[in-house]
């Protein structure tokens, strides 16, 4: 028994993207037909993935044991960014409380002190 890629991701419950990252990542063998596509035998399919075999011929959820990898490697990454981001706005909140105080500072000592052009037509 011969099946397409397409085929072949409904036999074993995975999609066709991962099909053919497989064929050509050489995990699984397989034939290129000639007008494009592959042709694989089923016992190499099976070889790599078992058949599904749900009573109902269901398929599962496509992609299913190969997302939760990712998934928890991509919220790490956010839980990472958002620890970032809030010592980012840490470091935002303090430097505009010093400018703050610089500023008042500045016009404070504006005010006291009149100016040189002032100072020198008294």
Known sequence: MKFSA????KAVGKSTPTITRA????????????????????????RVWPPITN?????????????????SML?????LLREMLDDVKSDRDYWRE?????????????????GFWSRLFR
């Open 55 to 71: 009573e109902d011929n269901v398929t599962p959820k496509m992609l299913g044991h190969e997302t939760p990898p990712e998934t």
């Open 6 to 9: 397409s085929q072949a991701a």
């Open 23 to 46: 064929i050509k990542g050489g995990k699984l063998s397989a034939t290129p037909r000639n007008g494009g596509g592959w042709v694989i035998e089923a016992s190499e399919l099976f």
């Open 98 to 114: 010093q400018a703050g105080k610089i500023t008042s500072v500045i016009e404070d000592h504006s005010r006291k002190t009149p």
């Open 75 to 79: 919220q790490r990454e956010v839980e």
